[in-house]
């Protein structure tokens, strides 16, 4: 499958906007945030003639408002200078500003996330169709090792199993497990179907939306189209719950009749389709398009699950709204989507080292309004369904940028210790 990349995707920009600006800026970002662009998403989700300001083109393209101008200017500046080692520098430090590596992260192949779950990152070599622009991921694709990353495969995650009977739930993750070819995956799944206490199999995928050749019938690129949906259908029959948990941005994804078929056929094996994705500036920042999303998602067979906040990491300049606007956001999709009382999408949440942690909404308390947090899953069993809150700040965009709400009910913040008294149950 054609992959665009480096200076094949400043060409193939300059080519299709006629613009060499936005090629130029594409090739200074990519620098620091390097991209891919499949011949799927460039031929039939972009929208070339409304770029730099389509939606599509926003998401998947890089473009000079994913890194701050004093930052876009300092690449800029070395890449006319020529000093490759002053370079390397700078972007370096862009990267690590973006993507820190906090102490502490566990990024092992193999590790619990919440009680019960288990999250697998298969080692085997491939490429996730897009990485997002804020993905957490960012040393993978640009080549560089993710600190503390241990090495392992399916074994590593049966001897997990084995010793941790608890465990209900795993989760197949990192980049894109369905870029695998269909042998590796099934190395990954026939393991969990001879463990007995395993009832839920997902795989976070963006596969059907990008490249949903893969889905399709054989081609000179994937030889093992039929092989792969047999894999998935194996692990229905086997009385596991399967879901593909697909990340969605713009109703535009699903427009494509390739896609749409896709669709079918990972539907026809017996999983389930899951959704949800972050608002993001300029890309979906619309409560009417949301509604839409929904209800085109459902009329496939999907189903949608969250909306989530930006992560507070990589291009969030760029893409991060406040919670009050992603709120408001939430609210009126979920009242236009749903009149009647229709059941509604979860949201927003954030993805945060404490776990899953739901925005409510805001509440009138004593001291004026504030933000009502929920721990929907928590790696704490102890702080799992409970309720924290936050004074309301307009313009806070993430969790660390919240303060507590009067001198008892405090806000989970990180490096605090973490104890039940630390939020007010609800």
């Not at 709120?327 to 899953?356: C, F, K, N, Y």
């Amino acid at each position: 499958m054609t992959v665009f990349a480096g200076h094949r995707l400043v060409r193939l920009i300059a080519d299709r906007t006629g613009q060499p600006a936005l090629a130029h800026d594409a090739d200074v970002v990519g620098r620091v945030l390097p991209f891919r662009v499949g011949a799927h998403a460039a031929d039939e989700l972009i929208d070339w003639s409304r770029a730099p300001d389509d939606p599509l083109y926003r998401l998947l393209v890089p473009h000079r408002d994913l890194l701050a101008p004093a930052d876009f200017a300092a690449v800029e500046q070395t890449l006319r200078d020529g000093d490759r080692d002053r370079l390397r520098l700078v972007v370096d430090g862009l990267r690590e500003r973006l993507d820190p590596h906090p102490a502490g992260r566990d990024t092992s192949v193999v590790r619990h996330t919440y009680p019960g779950t288990l999250l697998v990152l298969p080692e085997q070599p491939r490429t996730c169709p897009v990485p997002c622009p804020s993905c957490f991921r960012r040393p993978g694709h640009t080549g560089d090792p993710t600190p503390g990353r241990a090495r392992g495969g399916p074994e590593a995650m049966t001897a997990r199993l084995a010793r941790h009977p608890e465990i209900t739930d795993v989760v197949l993750d990192g980049e894109d497990p369905l870029a695998m070819r269909a042998a590796e995956l099934d190395a990954y799944l026939s393991p969990l179907l001879a463990a007995p206490q395993v009832r839920t199999v997902r795989i976070r995928t963006r596969a059907v939306i990008h490249t949903p050749e893969r889905f399709l019938s054989a081609t000179d690129d994937v030889a093992d189209a039929d092989d792969l949906l047999r894999v998935l259908t194996r692990v229905v029959a086997a009385g596991r719950r399967l879901s593909l948990l697909l990340h969605l941005s713009h109703p535009r994804e699903l427009d494509p009749a390739p896609t749409r078929r896709a669709v079918a056929r990972v539907l026809a094996t017996g999983a389930v389709i899951r959704t949800q994705g972050p608002v993001l500036r300029h890309v979906n920042d619309d409560a009417g398009l949301w509604a839409r999303m929904w209800r085109e998602q459902a009329a496939l067979g999907l189903v949608p699950y969250r909306m989530l906040v930006e992560r507070g990491s990589g291009a969030r300049r760029c893409f991060g709204l406040p919670l009050a606007e992603v709120l408001d956001v939430h609210a009126e999709a979920v009242r236009q989507r749903a009149p009647g009382g229709a059941p509604a999408v979860g949201g927003p949440v954030m993805s945060t080292e404490l776990g899953a942690l739901a925005v409510d909404g805001v509440v009138r308390l004593g001291q004026g309004p504030a933000f009502a947090l929920r721990m929907l899953r928590a790696r704490d069993p102890a702080l799992a369904g409970t309720v924290a809150y936050a004074r309301f700040d307009p313009v806070a965009r993430w969790w660390d940028e919240l303060t507590p709400y009067g001198p008892r009910d405090r806000i989970l913040i990180p490096g605090e210790p973490l104890t039940t008294g630390d939020v007010t149950g609800g």
